[in-house]
């Protein structure tokens, strides 16, 4: 667990521990004792115990109803936990303070704390045993299973044979995910068989929410131990997640004086936590105390020789350091680099010697070096000729007037230098047509360079055509092609780099993403739309829409990419009939039973995205073979529009920001760009109106009318 680094982490005049506890800002000992951020963080020290004890309790509520605190992290507190039990005779050992059921509660939901959903599951212990979890929150309740709650059940056979340590599937243990959002909880114990097989080796059953890390279940000896109880309530803490609240980041920085992050930190919403509010931590580089002054200092790499990243000389700079060597040294300084190293000397004798062989050897060598290079240039000049060099700079010709930017044409040796050889840490994306490098240019520009896996030859004037249409598209919603390399066997592409990776990888983040919200799905989705719309009038085809081909810059704007399936369509036509590609969940049904690509093709893919986008669930999900439900997205989002339970499978931070209304108008249009026959979708410019209004409503909309 990460604590602050700071060498005092209370404030000044403060108590820095109770008893064996660490109680770092905004946290504080004592009640309104002014050692905290506010009441919400002050620590109840209860000096009775030896060592004392530290707990967590409502404002001036001097320990009744307290938490035991076990520790304090830069955004989990661990607290003494509690266990429900039931055993199947009175001769048992068991704890004197608990029994079948136990709950626990927040007291308030202006508590900056909530039951982290990430870091708990809901365990059970036993043979035979049914544990019933049911939470709420300040406007949420979460029912019992019977309801579509959590749950969870464990059995084991007679003898107890099938059961394993360290292995908590459902056989001597089980555990169950819990729901996020949650500020108090309660937790029940049913024995199925009321233990008559097992009471040999498993009088007791338990069950209780904790740490998923911190419980291990030991197999057959935990099932016969007197002293379960008293060993979880220390070693499987509950965790709570701990926040500033009720606000984010920007909103706080409008206000310096209540600001909690101090200087040189980093403010980051903790969407994660599931009440909202944000925390405080150093910048790279620096270390310190985030919500203290003077906050976060320069970490001086350089002022300890021995733990110095740098081999000889090191120059620390504000939150960074740079590694040299002296004068007469060759490498980059580093001790995991090429350190520093002097050239190898050449020996005298050596040189009376063999100065004669040496010539030789040198002249043989600029031969064939010259001669490889000819060679080179040859092989570069065929390819470049072969992949429509000589057609690209006759439409590139400077001296055309058209007032058009004009695609640049890269050197391989620029962009070898740009992606030091195209090296797998330069990777920063695989597709089905190629790998897309990050690269630097000698201005210091950074490129993302494509490189494609094949090239269809007689297509070569086509693909030169939509290069330079392609290279001319300037829409602040699409990843801009800014020139390309054809002295190699395959074409390179050289597009501008966008830095927060795909959506796809954002809404599918485990973690969570902390731009997640109505009004950025929608600012998204309609960027998006309108980026398509776009190019739909030049008209060129894309084929291949999916999230993991919509990139998200720093200010996590949308942008479309990866057009290496996509095709310009022939003026006064309005399909193309073209061998089927496409992504498995994102084709449209209509093109892959044709063959005749359209616009509407397109539309329907991005409706997919919508779906996605609003679901957050993926386009094909296995699981989903039942019956019921098909394992696609698409068909599950209209049957569930049909079935009227459209909200039940939304997103629930979407289903709470925004208005039932808006919700179902956005899905009607999903389902309208999911219609199996195109003349029924909208065009992708309908789309976006739609979206744009939509958008309207969430802008001029407030909190309280919502």
């Known amino acids: 667990m990460t604590m602050f680094t700071a060498p005092n982490i209370t404030k000044l005049g403060c108590p820095r521990k109770c008893g064996n506890l660490t109680v770092p800002y905004p946290f504080g000992v004592g009640l309104a004792s ?23 309790a409502a404002a001036h509520d001097k320990g009744r109803n307290a938490m035991e605190i076990l520790d304090i992290s830069e955004s989990h507190i661990r607290l003494k936990n509690q266990v429900s ?13 608990f029994s079948d059921s136990t709950s626990f509660n927040l007291f308030t939901a202006r508590a900056p704390y909530i039951v982290s959903a990430s870091a708990n599951r809901l365990f059970a212990v036993g043979c035979h045993d049914f544990s019933h979890f049911s939470g709420s929150s300040e406007a949420t309740r979460i029912m019992t299973s019977s309801n579509g709650g959590t749950s969870c059940t464990s059995n084991c056979s007679s003898d107890a044979k099938d059961v394993v340590a360290g292995q908590c599937e459902g056989v001597g243990c089980c555990q169950a995910a819990i729901p996020r959002g949650l500020r108090s909880y309660s937790v029940r114990l049913d024995l199925k068989s009321n233990h008559t097989t097992t009471t040999s080796y498993n009088p007791c059953g338990y069950t209780f929410v904790a740490d998923r890390e911190s419980f291990k279940f030991h197999g057959i000896s935990d099932l016969d131990d ?39 930190t980093t403010c980051v919403d903790a969407a994660d936590s599931g009440i909202g509010g944000y925390r405080c931590s150093c910048r790279p580089g620096y270390e310190g105390h985030p919500y203290l002054s003077p906050g976060c200092s320069d970490i001086n790499e350089c002022v300890d020789v021995d733990k110095s990243p740098c081999s000889m000389i090191c120059t620390n700079t504000p939150g960074n350091y740079t590694c040299s060597c002296p004068s007469g040294y060759t490498g980059d300084g580093r001790k995991d680099g090429t ?87 330069r990777i920063v994306g695989r597709g089905g047509y190629g790998t897309v490098y990050k690269g630097f240019l000698a201005n210091n520009e950074i490129v993302a360079v494509k490189r494609s ?23 602040p919603n699409v990843v801009r092609l800014l020139g390309c390399c054809l002295e190699v066997e395959v074409p390179l592409l ?31 989705s309609m960027d998006s739309a309108n980026a398509l719309a776009h190019i739909h009038t030049v008209p060129i085809f894309h084929r291949d ?58 539309v329907y893919s ?80 309908e789309v976006a109106t739609g979206l744009e209004k939509l958008w309207e409503q969430t802008t001029y909309l407030s909190p309280r009318k919502r």
């Open 606 to 685: 991005f409706g997919v995205v919508l779906a996605e986008l609003l679901t957050r669930t993926k386009p094909i999900l296995p699981e989903r073979l039942t019956e019921e439900h098909n394992q696609n997205l698409a068909t599950y989002f209209v049957k569930s529009m049909e079935q009227d339970n459209i909200i039940k499978i939304l997103d629930s931070q979407l289903v709470a920001e925004a208005t039932k209304e808006q919700l179902t108008s956005i899905a009607k249009l999903v389902v309208r760009c999911l219609s199996l026959q195109g003349n029924d979708r909208p065009t992708m410019k």
């Open 545 to 602: 829409i999916k999230s993991q081909n919509i990139l998200l810059d720093d200010s996590y704007t949308a942008k479309i990419s990866d057009f290496g399936a996509s095709r310009l369509i022939p003026l006064h036509e309005t399909h193309l009939s073209t061998v089927v590609q496409g992504t498995l969940g994102y084709l449209d049904p209509e093109y892959f039973f044709s063959s005749q690509l359209t616009e509407k093709s397109d």
């Open 339 to 425: 350190k520093c190293q002097r050239p190898f000397p050449v020996l005298q004798v050596g040189l009376g010697v063999g100065f004669g062989s040496l010539f030789l050897l040198i002249t043989g060598s600029w031969l064939c070096l010259a001669s490889r290079r000819r060679r080179l240039m040859q092989m570069k000049e065929m390819f470049f000729q072969r992949n429509g060099g000589s057609l690209l700079k006759q439409l590139i010709n400077p001296s055309k007037q058209d007032n058009m930017e004009q695609i640049k044409v890269y050197t391989i040796d620029e962009l070898k230098v740009a992606t030091m050889n195209f090296k797998d840490e």
């Open 226 to 264: 007197p002293n379960f109880i008293n060993r979880t309530m220390y070693e499987a803490p509950l965790v709570l997640d701990w926040v500033i609240p009720n606000t984010t980041c920007a909103n706080a920085r409008r206000d310096l004086e209540t600001y909690a992050c101090k200087e040189n």
């Open 34 to 56: 002014g050692c905290s951020r506010g009441v919400w963080y002050d620590i109840f020290c209860m000096t009775s115990f030896d060592p004392p004890k530290a707990f967590l």
């Open 85 to 97: 039990y039931k055993c199947s005779n009175s001769t048992a050992t068991t704890s004197p303070f």
């Open 453 to 475: 896996k094949f090239v269809d030859e007689d297509q070569i004037e086509q693909f030169i055509n939509e290069l330079i249409l392609l290279g001319r598209i300037r829409h």
């Open 494 to 524: 050289v597009y501008e780099f966008i830095s927060n990776g795909t959506l796809y990888d954002q809404i599918h983040n485990r973690n969570g993403a902390s731009w997640y919200s109505w009004s950025n799905c929608l600012r998204i």
